[in-house]
T-cell receptor, first 110, second 111 residues
Framework: GENVEQHPSTLSVQEGDSAVIKCTYS??????FPWYKQELGKRPQLIIDIRSNVGEKKDQRIAVTLNKTAKHFSLHITETQPEDSAVYFC?????????FGTGTSLTVIP | DAGVIQSPRHEVTEMGQEVTLRCKPISGHNSLFWYRQTMMRGLELLIY????????DSGMPEDRFSAKMPNASFSTLKIQPSEPRDSAVYFC?????????FGPGTRLLVL
């Protein structure tokens, strides 16, 4: 089955700086890559996703890039704010089933 | 839409007791997923249903766990008998296609 690895496990940045989280996947058949944000004590919430026919997608301060050849995808958050502090999960999917990464705990220092 | 609804939100029980977690997916979604989240193991898929039929239950840890989806608007996850190591947050998620929408979770503590 699919194996999704996520790095780093923890990340601290100064407010206003950029944050980058990287994930790799093993199954070349994976074609959908969502990113979820989970605040403390809350549910995971979808923040952005990308499909395998697209190389990059942007939504305001958040962007995701996908390199199918290298089987990796990344989340980029620019101009970070304290409210961006949370755990971020990437996932790969070949259909209905998601394979989640282990999460990145992002702390934005005011 | 109220989103995915889970009950109870918190459950404290004693080892050996039966626990039943409930989920109401978003109307019109044809897939439903049960996850378990712990600090040690992260977010684990336990089982998922498509059109009320269990598709993959390979994540169910052992026979003490069972899940049902008797109709498109209701699913249960049952643990019998419960053990302290079952303590976790259990999430239900539903999906109309690829995107999954999570419920608020049930925080289970088994003493």
């Amino acid at each position: 089955g699919e194996n999704v690895e996520q790095h780093p496990s923890t990340l601290s940045v100064q407010e206003g700086d950029s944050a980058v989280i990287k994930c790799t996947y093993s199954d070349s058949a994976s074609n959908y890559f969502p990113w979820y944000k989970q605040e403390l004590g809350k549910r995971p919430q979808l923040i952005i996703d990308i499909r395998s026919n697209v190389g990059e997608k942007k939504d305001q301060r958040i962007a995701v890039t996908l390199n199918k050849t290298a089987k990796h995808f990344s989340l980029h958050i620019t101009e970070t704010q304290p409210e961006d502090s949370a755990v971020y999960f990437c996932a790969g999917s070949t259909g209905n089933q998601f394979y989640f990464g282990t999460g990145t705990s992002l702390t934005v220092i005011p | 839409d109220a989103g995915v609804i889970q009950s109870p939100r918190h459950e404290v029980t004693e080892m050996g007791q039966e626990v039943t977690l409930r989920c109401k997916p978003i109307s019109g979604h044809n897939s439903l997923f049960w996850y378990r989240q712990t600090m040690m193991r992260g977010l684990e898929l336990l089982i998922y249903f498509n059109n009320n039929v269990p598709i993959d239950d390979s994540g169910m840890p052992e026979d003490r766990f069972s899940a049902k989806m008797p109709n498109a608007s209701f699913s249960t996850l049952k643990i019998q008998p419960s053990e302290p190591r079952d303590s976790a947050v259990y999430f239900c998620a539903s999906s109309p296609d690829e995107t999954q929408y999570f419920g608020p979770g049930t925080r289970l503590l088994v003493l």
